[in-house]
């Protein structure tokens, strides 16, 4: 299950993952229903699964109670911020993720050594 | 209605929990009249936002929760499932023609006399608007003499307005349980949204906050040849 950022561990999980190839899946979204529900909201949203690259550094910063990742790869960067939660799960990935009160998906950063599935 | 004269009933839509919000009622009364009904779900929501709180999913674990709530779901409403296996949010990017083509094959071999679809345009979410596309685009491919009858499901806040009202509505007063037990049966879905009802309603009660909102099933009935979409 996901629980709160701890910040060693996650970037000690971060470490471990440099300088080899992996596997990201960057999201972010506001929900399917945001102009639905309030006209003045704006739909926005976007992902990338399974980006595969290689980073050389990655560091996690915390900022008034959310986290930022930030990986440096061979030809740019990959960034996510609002993280607040995060799971290393069984099959050796790490998903970080933002949630709001009512635990709804805001933004995800997740690294894997294999593709990830679906 | 008379719904047993219809043979075969599919629904089509994109994810788990669609049929139950949209249809599940309307589902049940052909079920309970012997008609045999089979549901063709685009994906398994696997985009889906809500993890729970305390959580019960991350992104990578919602695929297969959502499809155990979708079998769930199914076995309340005694109805046939077959997943499609294409992904939540890309509906809208897959070759419509042949969406419509594996479509209307499901339709042939079943003898499908009804389908449920999205109306699109009407449906909000992109999904929802292509599946109901790809639906409409199989109805009309088939042979006048044997295309089912469509009724759609519209909810897009200018839809009355610009369709008029739903020319079928199904009153669900006398098949409620099932219509509640389906949607429960999507508890990473629907949990937080029974509660928020709750709160909202006069009553104090699930099943009457419920009812207050989902009493109706409304569709319209199309005309494939007519329709613009
Ligand atoms: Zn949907």
């Known amino acids: ?118 | 209605m008379n719904f047993e004269e219809h043979n075969h009933v599919v629904v089509i839509y994109p994810h788990p929990d669609d049929e139950s919000f949209g249809a599940a009622g309307t589902i049940t009364k052909f079920r309970k009249a012997g008609v045999p009904v089979t549901y063709l779900c685009g994906t398994l929501g696997e985009m889906g936002r809500n993890m729970g709180s305390p959580f019960f999913a991350n992104r990578e674990t919602l695929p297969q929760i959502r499809k155990k709530e979708l079998q769930d779901a199914c076995k309340v409403l005694d109805m046939n499932l077959e997943m499609l296996g294409y992904r939540d949010k890309t509906i809208e990017f897959e070759p419509r023609d042949e969406m419509a083509e594996r479509f209307k094959n499901y339709l042939e071999n079943l003898g499908a006399t009804l389908v449920i679809t999205f109306y699109p345009g009407f449906a909000v979410h992109p999904d929802h608007n292509a599946m109901g596309a790809a639906a409409f685009e199989a109805v009309k491919m088939m042979d006048p003499d044997q295309r089912p009858t469509v009724w759609a499901t519209a909810f897009s806040n200018d839809h009355v307005e610009k369709l008029g009202k739903p020319n079928v509505v199904i009153d669900l007063i006398d098949s409620f349980d099932q219509k509640l037990d389906a949607i429960k049966a999507h508890r990473s879905q629907a949990e937080g949204m029974l509660s928020q009802l709750l709160a909202n309603s006069e009553s104090d009660n699930e099943y009457e906050a419920a009812l207050e909102r989902f009493r109706f099933e409304g569709f319209y009935e199309v005309d494939i040849d007519q329709v613009n979409y």
Do not use: C
């Open chain 1, 1 to 118: 299950m996901m629980e709160a950022i701890k910040l060693e561990i996650v970037q000690d999980y971060i470490n471990q993952f440099a300088n080899q190839p992996v596997y990201v899946h960057l999201e972010t979204t506001n929900g399917a229903y945001a102009s639905h529900f309030n006209a003045n909201a704006y739909n926005v949203g976007a992902y990338i699964r399974n980006a595969r690259l290689t980073y050389s550094q990655g560091k996690i910063v915390e900022h008034e109670g959310s986290y930022r990742v930030g990986l440096k790869h061979e030809i740019g960067w990959i960034y996510a911020e609002g993280l607040t939660d995060f799971e290393f799960n069984e099959n050796n990935q790490l998903l970080i993720a933002g949630h709001d009160k009512e635990g709804r998906l805001m933004v995800a950063l997740q690294i894997s050594p294999e593709p990830f599935s679906y």
